[in-house]
């Protein structure tokens, strides 16, 4: 299994970026794909998560209203649109592949995409 995150750069404070995750061999109805993210001199942590086959969405208190996870079909990229960027979003974000939205539920990882939000 491979993935590949991509659309990370810097934008300003209230803008948007649009991050992608192409997965690799078959994505089940009970697959979780998630994006997790980390600054620098903290852990890792969740983002956003969907689960493929309801497409049911779960997102972390901090980025609830403001990020949108999202997939258009069986086979299609996972995607996270972030709106109103804060600084305090600037952080290496990675894709994951999983059974549980949750960190402990992943599986496999992507290399990350740095995001910069700058004040």
């Known amino acids: 299994v491979q993935l590949q995150a991509s659309g990370g750069g810097l934008v300003q404070a209230g803008g948007s970026l649009r991050l992608s995750c192409a997965a690799s061999?078959?994505?089940?109805?009970?697959?979780?794909m998630g994006w997790f993210r980390q600054a620098p001199g903290k852990e890792r942590e969740f983002v956003a998560a969907?689960?493929?086959?309801?497409?049911?969405?779960y997102y972390a208190d901090s980025v609830k209203g403001r990020f949108t996870i999202s997939r258009d079909g069986a086979k299609s990229p996972v995607y996270l649109q972030m709106n109103s960027l804060k600084p305090e979003d600037t952080a290496v974000y990675y894709c994951?592949?999983?059974?549980?939205?949750?960190?402990?539920?992943?599986?496999?990882w992507g290399k990350g995409t740095q995001v910069t939000v700058s004040s």
């Open positions: 061999g078959l994505l089940f109805s009970s697959t979780v």
């Open positions: 969907i689960r493929w086959g309801r497409g049911s969405t």
């Open positions: 994951a592949r999983g059974t549980s939205p949750d960190y402990t539920g992943m599986r496999h």
